[in-house]
């Protein structure tokens, strides 16, 4: 076997060895699209939910306070302090969840660099304008999952600060004290009807990603 035909062999065997490596890799990313669209439908629910618990609790806090109502007032204050601890849990762990998307990406970004580089090395301009597209998709995700962990570490913050506010307000019902409990409960719902927009927003992203999905299967299939 002469030192062409080794090459061309080689060359071959590389190609084929990357484009299967890609494969699997796009089939993780698609497995891991699905998973979280569904992750975000069952948030998208649950913040629904929230806003509606919210407007129950302000009514509940407007019936009591104008009947003079202290046990009711009372209540109030327990489901508050109830609520905000579940949602600062939950924004926490939604927090991290975001930060390790935006680890993920950069991997991918990582991996996405180094497959360009062997395409332009190994002369396959197909493969190399597919990957190029790639790293464009996975720097548009990186953005927009960046995006997300800004805005809920800003959601975050605002729960955090009316929860702290909340506890000096505890048992609080003057007419001064009562205006701004009222006021922080009204602050906490329009967060939740925010984070209810912020959900479709990632809801789109979501569907897009898929789409780019069924994108890198064709690609594959191309490739092989």
């Known amino acids: 076997m002469n030192r062409r035909t080794t090459a061309l062999l080689t060359a071959l065997l590389l190609s084929s060895t990357t484009a299967s490596a890609q494969a699997v890799r796009n089939h993780a990313e698609r497995a891991q699209d699905r998973q979280e669209k569904r992750q975000d439908r069952q948030e998208t629910r649950d913040d629904r939910g929230d806003v509606a618990e919210l407007e129950a609790v302000l009514a509940r806090f407007d019936s009591a306070r104008s009947r003079q109502d202290a046990a009711g007032l009372a209540e109030v204050d327990s489901r508050l302090r109830t609520l905000l601890r579940e949602e600062l849990s939950e924004g926490h762990a939604e927090l991290a969840s975001d930060k390790a998307e935006v680890r993920h990406d950069t991997r991918e970004i990582r991996s ?113």
């Open 112 to 224: 996405d660099r180094r497959e360009v580089r062997r395409d332009g090395a190994a002369g396959r301009p197909v493969a190399l304008a597919d990957d190029r597209g790639d790293l464009r998709d996975d720097r548009r995700d990186r953005r927009d999952d960046r995006r997300d962990a800004q805005v809920e570490a800003a959601s975050q913050s605002v729960r955090w600060r009316i929860a702290q506010e909340l506890k000096t307000l505890a048992g609080v019902q003057t007419p001064v004290g009562l205006e701004r409990k009222r006021s922080l409960i009204v602050e906490l719902a329009q967060l939740a009807r925010h984070e209810v927009r912020e959900d479709k927003h990632e809801l789109r992203e979501d569907r897009r990603e898929l789409r780019e999905d069924r994108r890198e299967t064709r690609e594959d299939r191309r490739q092989r």
